[in-house]
């Protein structure tokens, strides 16, 4: 199954008889919801614990250790992605008044969350200089780049 390429538009609900697997974080192709990524990680690791532990009366298939695996690195990309986005809102609502607070929520040093945020506002910029639509404008980098520096290391 891990050969086909699964669109999210022809998946069924994940409560099916037949459970989603998959062995890559792109599979399936499109647009989902990430709770209906946490439903079939929490499937697929239900299947696993129960059949680790004999209560469902058969073997782990290790096909749901691939489906635990990669849903598990997409659903980590899918709630990281817009972190930093998030971090620039922070910022323009004046919320934001130390870096070390959000390292804190970040789980990094203050110092590396404030480098990241900068390497991610670089990046923005190159991107909308590629695109010219996607990713922030001069304007915005400068404006988040004044606001970032006033905060406190």
């Known amino acids: 199954m891990h050969n086909h390429h699964h669109r999210a538009d022809d998946l ?9 697997r998959t062995r890559t974080p792109d599979q399936p192709v499109g647009m ?17 614990f129960l059949a680790e532990h004999g209560q469902s009366g058969q073997p782990v298939d290790v ?4 489906t635990e695996l990669a849903l598990g ?6 709630v990281t992605s817009g972190r930093w986005v998030t971090v620039s809102c922070l910022l323009r609502a004046g919320a934001l008044t130390t870096w070390r607070d959000a390292g804190d929520a970040l789980a990094m040093p203050g110092d590396t969350a404030l ?4 390497s991610w506002l ?14 922030l404008t001069a304007e915005e980098v400068k404006e988040l ?9």
């Open 12 to 20: 069924g609900s994940p409560h099916t008889s037949t459970p989603f």
């Open 32 to 48: 989902l919801l990430t709770s209906k990524l946490v439903d079939w990680w929490t499937q697929a690791r239900q299947r696993t």
């Open 63 to 66: 096909e749901d250790y691939w």
């Open 73 to 78: 690195t997409r659903i980590a990309k899918e």
């Open 115 to 118: 480098d990241s945020f900068r």
């Open 122 to 135: 670089r990046s923005q910029a190159e991107l909308r200089r590629h695109t010219g639509t996607i990713g």
């Open 145 to 153: 780049t004044v606001l970032a520096e006033a905060v406190a290391r």
